[in-house]
């Protein structure tokens, strides 16, 4: 059953995915990062595995410090997904041909 606001649908369903899925990305970006650095400078590493990120972040700057460099994508994912939900269910439209 298609949304009769898709623009709205969109833009919710955008803003939930980045933050869901931000914590993830963060982490594995702070992992790239440290690695990246061990090959230039020898020395300890911050963090051992994904769960130590995650655990040492929250530890260290709270549960919001998942999110630091974040509000970027959050504040563009709601308008992007909103233009693709409604793009796609206009053409949607658009491409139905009646059979007899």
């Known amino acids: 059953m298609p949304s009769q606001h898709p623009m709205t649908t ?3 369903a ?3 995915e980045i933050t869901v ?3 993830l ?3 594995k970006t702070q992992l790239q990062l440290q690695q990246q650095a061990s090959h230039m400078y020898a020395g ?4 051992r595995n994904s769960f130590h990120c995650f655990q040492r972040t929250i530890s ?4 919001l410090g998942l999110y630091q460099g974040g509000s970027v994508w959050v504040a ?4 992007r997904s909103a233009v693709r939900f409604a793009t796609f269910q206009w053409l949607s439209k658009e ?6």
């Open 95 to 100: 491409a139905k041909v009646e059979r007899p």
């Open 44 to 47: 300890n590493q911050r963090y």
């Open 14 to 16: 955008g803003t939930i």
């Open 60 to 63: 260290e700057r709270g549960l």
């Open 10 to 12: 969109g833009w919710l």
């Open 76 to 79: 563009f994912a709601g308008p």
């Open 21 to 23: 899925t931000y914590p």
């Open 25 to 27: 990305e963060y982490v």
